[in-house]
């Protein structure tokens, strides 16, 4: 069944936008990633997908390939990102076969929650090298032809005639931003990725090239909130109505905030943090507090009581 435009893309871009460029993405055929993609290819580009699972990753591709006629999408799997040779032969490959490579994505991550008390050594480090260092390697291998991109579709903010190119991504979490338990591997993974993303934003402008974070919060209906989050219905309904928004994002805006950063719309956005979640982050202490419980205290128009500077008189 192909997937409906309007679950991946909103109805604000136009068709063509990215024609004759290519797109490299890791961890392309997960349920994030992929609708990246998908959007990308709707609006006129072609792209390789990288994964560690072959029938996964080349089934993935053929099936974002249906998305426009004429569409070229390549699936390279038994690839690791934490696998540096096998990484830039994906990328090499995608550049050949493609005819050069425009823009990146590290989207390959691994997660799951646990305590440090139950976290191994092993287990610290096997998501410090997926997230951090895999994302390292996917921009070392995807870097020199995204500066050939950008040499050719050049960073004047105007991107007529030739579109844009020369753009990387990372997808990043926000753990870190405030602390979370159970997450001691991500938060310090993540936050290695978005300082590799600032460095790559500051050591690569120079040639053109942007570099940008985004940043999910929870998504529906993706392997991430199936790994992270409960998901009977009472735990599901705490959880959206801690998002200042009231629900769970859609893969579609995570897809819309990449077509905003690979687009004209994003050329003058370079080493920034693009947070895509409707507020959730910023929630975390008042969604931790019993007393005034978030957002139906707001929502009552009742005064704070029962602290020393509680308010003494109305308004
Ligand atoms: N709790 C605690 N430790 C865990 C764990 C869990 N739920 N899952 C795995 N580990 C530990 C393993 O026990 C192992 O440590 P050990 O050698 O000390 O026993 C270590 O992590 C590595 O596990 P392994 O399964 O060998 O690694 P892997 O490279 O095959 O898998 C993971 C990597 C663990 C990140 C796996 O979850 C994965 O492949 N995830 C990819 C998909 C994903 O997470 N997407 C994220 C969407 S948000």
């Known amino acids: 069944m192909p997937i409906p435009r309007e679950r991946f893309l909103s109805n604000v871009w136009r068709d063509g936008i990215f024609d004759n460029k290519v797109l490299f993405c890791t961890g392309g055929a997960g349920t994030i990633c ?9 609006l006129g580009g072609n792209a390789c ?48 076969e493609l005819d050069g490579i425009d823009f990146a994505i590290a989207g390959a991550a691994g997660n799951f ?7 191994s050594p092993n287990a610290f480090k096997a998501v410090m090298d997926i997230d951090a260092i895999g994302s390292y390697n ?39 931003f405030r602390g979370q338990p159970l997450q001691a591997h991500v938060m310090a993974a993540k936050a ?50 801690a998002v200042p928004l009231g629900r769970y994002g859609e893969v579609k805006e995570i897809a819309d905030a990449t077509v905003y950063l690979f687009s004209e719309s994003g050329s003058y956005v370079n080493g920034n943090v693009l947070v895509v979640d409707g507020g959730a982050w910023r929630t975390a202490s008042v969604a931790a507090s019993d007393s005034w419980t978030y957002p139906d205290f707001l929502l009552s128009g009742a005064a704070v009581e029962g602290v020393k500077d509680a308010r003494k008189s109305r308004l």
Do not use: W
Request: hydrophobic content about 40%; some cysteine.
């Open 138 to 176: 996917t921009a070392k291998a995807a870097l020199p032809y995204l500066v050939e991109s950008a040499k050719k579709h050049r960073n004047t903010g105007n991107a007529q005639p030739t579109g844009t190119g020369g753009r990387l991504i990372f997808i990043s979490a926000s753990f870190h």
């Open 113 to 119: 929650l646990a305590p440090i008390a139950q976290l």
């Open 34 to 42: 992929s609708m990246q993609v998908r959007a990308f290819v709707a």
């Open 192 to 241: 290695a990725v978005d300082q590799i993303s600032n460095a790559v934003a500051i050591e690569y402008g120079p040639y053109g090239v942007t570099s940008n974070i985004i940043t999910p919060g929870p998504i529906a209906n993706t392997e991430g909130m199936q790994r992270l989050a409960r998901s009977d219905p009472e735990s599901a309904a705490a959880s959206r109505k």
């Open 49 to 96: 997908i990288i994964g560690r699972n072959v029938e996964k990753t080349e089934q993935g591709a053929a099936d974002i390939a249906t998305v426009r006629p004429g569409a070229k999408v390549i699936g390279i799997g038994a690839v690791d990102v934490r696998d540096p040779k096998a990484l830039q032969a994906a990328a090499d490959r995608c550049a050949h």
